[in-house]
């Protein structure tokens, strides 16, 4: 079967694709590691548009000189399979590193991506707000859409590990399991009690 007559390539071309897709996958989720969760949660106008502009740029990269039906294909193939192994390569870390927090507790969470709480028991955490570049005002739309009028009706906001916020209510218990997974979950909880009886 002659691959540049049914899909306008060769086999030298698809390699290429291969080989490039395969750089440009590792170099994009390198750039939105260093962006950081808040990247993912709340962008700014600037860093959309810049995002937007890099996934065009690694899009046509990656199709080669000459983009064809085939290069789109071989892309696409690349992706899904190397999305594929780094997510099969997440599941197993994430389980040898519970196994390891099961055998010493606390030296796991330092190792891998965690929560973090941004509001504990009504007080922002200023230091996890400029360290995740979360702004007072992207910090208050989300307390908006949750239906919050003030810090006092806040127990916890929590930057998920996929940029989402999670904000739980005051005057509601929180189960300790709710705070798996969040960074210093003990800490938390104890400030979490400590205003619940005052």
Same mark, same amino acid.
């Not at 796991?108 to 709480?117: E, L, S, Y």
């Not at 910090?139 to 806040?154: F, K, N, P, T």
């Given at each position: 079967? /002659?691959?540049? #007559? ?18 440009? #996958?590792? &170099? ?9 969760? !808040?990247?993912?949660?709340?962008? %700014? ?14 899009? *046509? ?22 999305? $594929? ?5 997440? +599941?197993? !870390?994430?389980? @040898?590193?519970?196994?390891? *927090? ?8 330092? /190792? ?10 009504? *007080?922002?955490? =200023? ?23 003030? #810090?006092?009706?806040? $127990?916890?906001? &929590? ?7 999670? &904000?739980? !209510? ?13 960074? /210093?979950? =003990? ?7 400590? @205003?619940? %009886? +005052?």
């Amino acid at each position: 079967m /002659d691959l540049g #007559y049914s899909f306008g390539f060769d086999l030298t071309t698809a390699l290429t694709v291969v080989v490039s897709t395969t750089v440009l #996958y590792f &170099v994009f989720v390198g750039v939105l590691a260093l962006s950081g969760q !808040r990247l993912l949660a709340v962008p %700014t106008s600037l860093e959309l548009a810049l995002f937007t502009v890099l996934g065009a740029v690694v899009g *046509r990269s990656l199709l080669g000189p000459e983009p064809s039906l085939g290069a789109g294909l071989v892309a696409i193939a690349t992706l899904f399979s190397l999305e $594929a192994v780094s997510g099969r390569l997440r +599941t197993l !870390r994430s389980r @040898h590193a519970e196994e390891r *927090r099961s055998h010493a507790e606390g030296r796991a969470d330092k /190792d891998r991506a965690k929560a973090v709480a941004l509001v504990v028991a009504g *007080r922002p955490v =200023n230091e996890e707000l400029r360290r995740r570049r979360v702004t007072e005002v992207a910090l208050w739309s989300v307390l908006r859409q949750a239906g919050i009028r003030s #810090y006092a009706e806040v $127990a916890l906001v &929590v930057l998920e590990v996929n940029g989402r916020f999670s &904000v739980l !209510r005051t005057g509601e218990p929180i189960h300790p399991s709710a705070l798996a997974g969040v960074r /210093d979950a =003990n800490g938390i909880r104890a400030r979490l009690e400590g @205003h619940s %009886t +005052t």
